[in-house]
């Protein structure tokens, strides 16, 4: 398979965004996810203020804004007016949104997804591979992509489970960080299909749990490396 991306979730207010524009430069690949959500304030150091988010402008950052709690259902229900209200006028600087959501019992809303104008790519989280099958047998929106994430960023070790479907980008994640990306990251490269996937990662790139840079290159030196030894990340 060909790995599109390395993703870093849960950018928060003590990142150095100077370093970030360094890591984005050296290693193109890199996209820094936002987690996001209306009740910000109450959950944690992962979720930063929608008003700050505007440091991130004009940076040429590869971003995600990851929706969580009612701003993911707000955009499953198609209420994307709440979503612009949210981000105000750094809506454009993400090019992909994550529905952080419980998939199974939302499927008819999901089928159903509408566009949203200033993104190109939908991820829907999946909390199994059987769920994601399930999903991908019937119908879908052409502008979705798919998270398998069972830890649902608790960093909980889960094991690779491979879902491949024709012209549909999967994810992966699941309590990967610097000491096992290497072995998960080989058992993605090896796998004898032509599909397109990516990793990302939250709680295993953090230090009492704010997201630590140094662990974020460790990741992406030994991502760069196997690249060298697999297909080119495109």
Not at 56 to 67: P, Y
Request: hydrophobic residues 40%; charged residues 25%.
């Amino acid at each position: 398979m060909k790995l599109t991306k390395v993703t870093f979730t849960g950018v928060d207010e003590r990142t150095d965004v100077k370093r970030l524009v360094q890591l984005q430069k050296r290693f193109p690949f890199v996209e820094f996810g936002v987690l996001l959500s209306y009740d910000w304030q109450f959950n944690g150091n992962r979720f930063v203020d929608p008003l700050i988010i505007s440091v991130l402008r004009d940076r040429e950052l590869s971003l995600s804004a990851h929706f969580c709690g009612q701003a993911a259902l707000d955009v499953a229900a198609g209420k994307k007016f709440k979503i612009e209200k949210l981000l105000g006028n750094n809506a454009r600087i993400f090019k992909r949104c994550q529905l952080n959501l419980k998939a199974a019992g939302l499927f008819s809303e999901l089928r159903r997804l509408a566009p949203i104008p200033f993104i190109d790519e939908v991820i829907i989280q999946m909390h199994s591979p059987e769920l994601c099958k399930q999903f991908l047998a019937g119908q879908r929106p052409r502008f979705a992509s798919y998270l398998l994430d069972a830890s649902c960023g608790a960093g909980i070790d889960t094991p690779i489970e491979i879902v491949t479907s024709p012209g549909v980008h999967i994810g992966y994640a699941g309590g990967i960080g610097p000491d096992n990306v290497e072995g998960k990251l080989r058992t993605l490269l090896e796998h004898p299909t032509d599909d397109k996937f990516w990793i990302d990662m939250e709680t295993r790139v953090r230090t009492e749990d704010w997201f630590d840079l140094d662990k974020v290159e460790q990741v992406l030196e030994i991502c760069a490396y196997l690249n060298k030894e697999y297909s080119p990340i495109k």
